[in-house]
């Protein structure tokens, strides 16, 4: 199975240029928790993303709130290919430690996002990982 297949929702995206504030209350209207960031002027361009925790961490700072999301966000977002397993995008997120991985084509231009409950809401995604896993731990072992 591939990742595009289990993109559960439509792309929402941020401007690099927008504040934290809109950030926050795109995420709060679609009920997400990570919005891809892409620059302000070519909308296409994926320059990073922001998470609910990107946005507690610096309310928790103590520090005056940023006013551009910019400066709370994730610069290097981990991504996967459109046309990968989903194995690949369980193993990512797990290697990272992270909730949800962008998307994008072969041109590097988001698609979307999956989220660990896209991933976990699959049966037929949960079979492919476990597969995955097991082929790595028979060839891989001794």
């Known amino acids: 199975m591939k990742v595009s297949d289990i993109i559960a929702r439509p792309l929402i995206t941020v401007s690099s240029d927008a504040t934290v504030l809109e950030a926050s209350k795109r ?22 993303d922001v998470s609910e ?8 700072s103590g520090e005056r709130l940023p006013d551009k999301v ?17 194995a690949e995008a369980a193993k990512a997120m ?18 979307g ?5 896209d991933l976990v809401g699959e049966r037929a995604t949960l079979r492919a990982v476990l597969q995955s896993h097991e082929k790595e731990i028979f060839v891989g072992g001794d």
Do not use: E, F, W
């Open 27 to 48: 995420m709060v209207q679609n009920n997400i928790g990570l919005l891809v960031m892409c620059d302000a002027k070519d909308k296409t361009r994926l320059v990073g």
């Open 53 to 60: 925790r990107d946005v507690i961490r610096a309310i928790a």
């Open 70 to 86: 910019d400066a709370i966000s994730s610069r290097n977002p981990v991504t996967v290919k459109a046309s990968s397993d989903v």
């Open 94 to 111: 797990n290697k990272h430690k992270i909730r949800h991985i962008v998307v994008v084509d072969d041109g590097n231009v988001p698609k």
């Open 113 to 117: 996002v999956v989220s660990m409950r």
